[in-house]
């Protein structure tokens, strides 16, 4: 009975060795023939890294599952962003002579044909609606002697266009200005990133022209100090480095290829939103039209508030000039009042990443707005059809 017993714990014993040698074996062949055979095979057992530069066509659908770290080279990252820009980016030019579209090139004298060299352009203009409008930031000799029908653009298929309209507003920042492209029409356009898109330390490319790109990162958000306006928009953003005067007048956009600013002629950044009721107003109404909501409030993520204990929201009130509340504005005909902390515009939270004033540039004149706010602690709501400032 006993030798039977021992006889089986022996087979038994084999077996289960048998079974993991076996696997031992087959699983070491496996990463020896695929590392030194197989050129694409980063073996995961030992690494948990991998080059996709690095499949070929044996391994060409690649599916990741849960990924929670995938890195990207980021030169790899700014070629991809920069080739999904360059569509929406046209060169303009001081005209030269004209010449006849109908006309053939064995008509056109080519010795005395006019030429724009493609790698230096007078400044660079950015599709910002599908119908032909353009934003650029002029540098002050051109901005002094301007004159619409002197200039043409060139997009990224060499297709010339001049210009048929010129925005009327005047002092922008950044020495911005809105053209026209006549005849345009299907521009591509690049989506313009949002306050809460916005984060220190985030990578961005600052674009002088086609040739010209500086990889940098976000290093500052800065707000005005004390108590801010919910009609007006003062954010202004700092990129890490010493920019070089080459990008003065240059548009940055983040790794997604939306864009994120517009640096002036001193290299001021004001973030693309702050702009957002300009074009709404101007492309809809051909004026300047941005919404009115009237009142003045701190930004509680950014202040504290003795004996208040709150981090975000708005604290409407007065300013050393303006009550918290202006008279006969949408807010004081909603009932609004000083000391009432608003947390919510809509479905948007108001904290550190999403202040007042940040917001309100989403809506449009005669838009009705859901405003949440605290009053002695109390959560209420009400409805307000924003106005256009005057």
Same mark, same amino acid.
């Given at each position: 009975?006993?030798?039977?017993?021992?006889? @089986?714990?022996?087979? +038994?014993?084999?077996?289960?060795?048998?079974?993991?040698?076996?696997?031992?074996?087959?699983?070491?062949?496996?990463?020896?023939?695929?590392t030194?055979?197989?050129?694409?095979?980063?073996?995961?057992?030992?690494n948990?890294?991998?080059?996709?530069?690095?499949?070929?066509?044996?391994?060409?659908?690649?599916?990741?599952?849960?990924?929670?770290?995938?890195?990207?080279?980021?030169?790899?990252?700014?070629?991809?962003?920069?080739?999904?820009?360059q569509?929406?980016l046209?060169?303009?030019?001081?005209?030269?002579?004209?010449?006849?579209?109908?006309?053939?090139?064995?008509?056109?004298?080519?010795?005395?044909? /006019?030429?724009?060299?493609?790698?230096?352009?007078?400044?660079?203009a950015?599709?910002?609606?599908?119908?032909?409008?353009?934003?650029?930031?002029?540098?002050?000799?051109i901005?002094?002697?301007?004159?619409?029908?002197?200039?043409?653009a060139i997009?990224?298929?060499?297709k010339?266009?001049?210009?048929?309209?010129?925005?009327?507003?005047?002092?922008?920042?950044?020495?911005?200005v809105?053209?026209?492209? $006549?005849k345009?029409?299907?521009?591509?356009?690049?989506?313009?990133?949002?306050?809460?898109?916005?984060?220190?330390?985030?990578?961005?490319?600052?674009? $002088?022209?086609?040739?010209?790109?500086? +990889?940098?990162?976000?290093?500052?958000?800065?707000f005005?100090e004390?108590?801010?306006?919910?009609?007006?928009?003062?954010?202004?953003?700092?990129?890490?480095?010493?920019?070089?005067?080459?990008?003065?007048?240059?548009?940055?956009?983040?790794?997604?290829?939306?864009?994120?600013?517009?640096?002036?002629?001193?290299?001021?950044?004001?973030?693309?939103f702050?702009?957002?009721h300009?074009?709404?107003?101007?492309?809809?109404?051909?004026?300047?039209?941005?919404?009115?909501?009237?009142?003045?409030?701190?930004?509680?993520?950014?202040?504290?508030?003795?004996?208040?204990e709150?981090?975000?929201? $708005?604290?409407?009130?007065?300013?050393?000039n303006?009550?918290?509340?202006?008279?006969?504005?949408?807010? $004081?005909?909603?009932? +609004?009042?000083?000391?009432?902390?608003?947390?919510?515009?809509?479905?948007?939270?108001?904290?550190?990443?999403?202040?007042?004033?940040?917001?309100? /540039?989403?809506?449009?004149?005669?838009?009705?707005?859901?405003?949440?706010?605290?009053?002695?602690?109390?959560e209420?709501?009400?409805?307000?059809? +924003?106005?256009?400032? @005057?």
């Amino acid at each position: 009975m006993e030798k039977k017993q021992k006889s @089986k714990n022996n087979l +038994l014993t084999m077996i289960i060795l048998a079974t993991l040698f076996g696997f031992i074996a087959g699983a070491t062949g496996e990463i020896v023939i695929r590392t030194y055979l197989l050129n694409d095979f980063n073996p995961s057992y030992y690494n948990t890294e991998f080059n996709i530069n690095d499949l070929n066509s044996n391994r060409s659908n690649l599916i990741i599952r849960d990924a929670k770290k995938v890195v990207v080279n980021q030169d790899v990252k700014v070629a991809e962003t920069m080739t999904s820009i360059q569509s929406t980016l046209l060169r303009v030019y001081k005209k030269g002579d004209s010449v006849d579209e109908a006309s053939s090139q064995n008509e056109v004298d080519l010795k005395e044909a /006019t030429f724009y060299d493609l790698n230096r352009p007078d400044f660079i203009a950015l599709s910002i609606t599908s119908d032909g409008w353009v934003a650029a930031s002029l540098n002050p000799d051109i901005a002094t002697d301007f004159v619409l029908d002197d200039y043409v653009a060139i997009d990224n298929n060499r297709k010339i266009y001049e210009f048929d309209e010129v925005s009327n507003f005047e002092d922008l920042p950044g020495n911005l200005v809105f053209l026209h492209l $006549a005849k345009a029409t299907n521009m591509p356009v690049r989506p313009v990133a949002s306050r809460s898109d916005l984060t220190l330390g985030q990578s961005v490319v600052m674009v $002088a022209d086609f040739d010209s790109v500086y +990889l940098t990162s976000v290093s500052a958000i800065e707000f005005p100090e004390g108590v801010l306006s919910g009609d007006s928009l003062n954010v202004r953003l700092s990129l890490a480095g010493d920019l070089s005067e080459r990008f003065a007048n240059s548009f940055v956009f983040n790794l997604a290829g939306d864009l994120v600013a517009i640096a002036g002629i001193d290299r001021e950044l004001i973030p693309a939103f702050s702009y957002t009721h300009y074009w709404q107003s101007f492309f809809s109404d051909k004026i300047f039209n941005p919404p009115y909501l009237g009142l003045n409030y701190l930004d509680l993520s950014r202040v504290k508030v003795v004996g208040l204990e709150r981090d975000k929201g $708005a604290l409407l009130k007065e300013s050393e000039n303006e009550p918290a509340v202006l008279a006969k504005s949408p807010a $004081a005909m909603a009932g +609004l009042q000083a000391g009432d902390i608003i947390t919510w515009i809509n479905n948007k939270e108001l904290d550190y990443n999403n202040d007042l004033s940040s917001v309100l /540039t989403n809506f449009k004149p005669e838009e009705e707005i859901t405003v949440v706010y605290l009053r002695s602690g109390v959560e209420e709501s009400v409805k307000i059809k +924003l106005e256009a400032k @005057k």
